[in-house]
């Protein structure tokens, strides 16, 4: 089992940045590839960002690319994701995400354990 818990989600103007966190408890962390994964109001949840277990391998939806950043630091059982230039349309609930595997992942479905989430709205 693993259990995650975000923060650092909250209201930001347009073009501004955030930086949520991810803590993990539970089973080793550093066995865990971790994903982001976000759903704007209305919408389904879709996929931000990825990164393997060793942290040496991340991917990112072509929307944020070059503007978020995907990091984990595993003596702190903690990923992170820094969000930079947001714009309001990525007004979502932030979601972090533990699979069981080392890789990496861009499909929902390979996550077995999610966070409650946390809000980030991005006003114009």
């Known amino acids: 089992q693993v259990q995650l818990v975000e923060s650092g989600g909250g209201l930001v103007q347009a073009g501004g940045s955030l930086r949520l966190s991810c803590a993990a408890s539970g089973r080793t962390f550093a066995d865990n590839g971790m994903g982001w994964f976000r759903q704007p109001p209305g919408k389904e949840r879709e996929f931000v960002a990825t990164?393997?277990?060793?942290?040496?391998?991340?991917y990112y939806a072509d929307a944020v690319k070059a503007r978020f950043t995907i990091s984990r630091d595993n003596a702190k059982n903690t990923v992170y994701l820094q969000m930079n230039s947001l714009k309001p349309e990525e007004t979502a609930v932030y979601y972090c995400a533990a699979h069981a595997g080392y890789g990496t992942s861009r499909i929902a479905a390979a996550y077995g354990y999610w966070g409650p989430g946390t809000q980030v709205t991005v006003s114009s």
């Open positions: 990164i393997n277990s060793l942290g040496s391998s991340t």
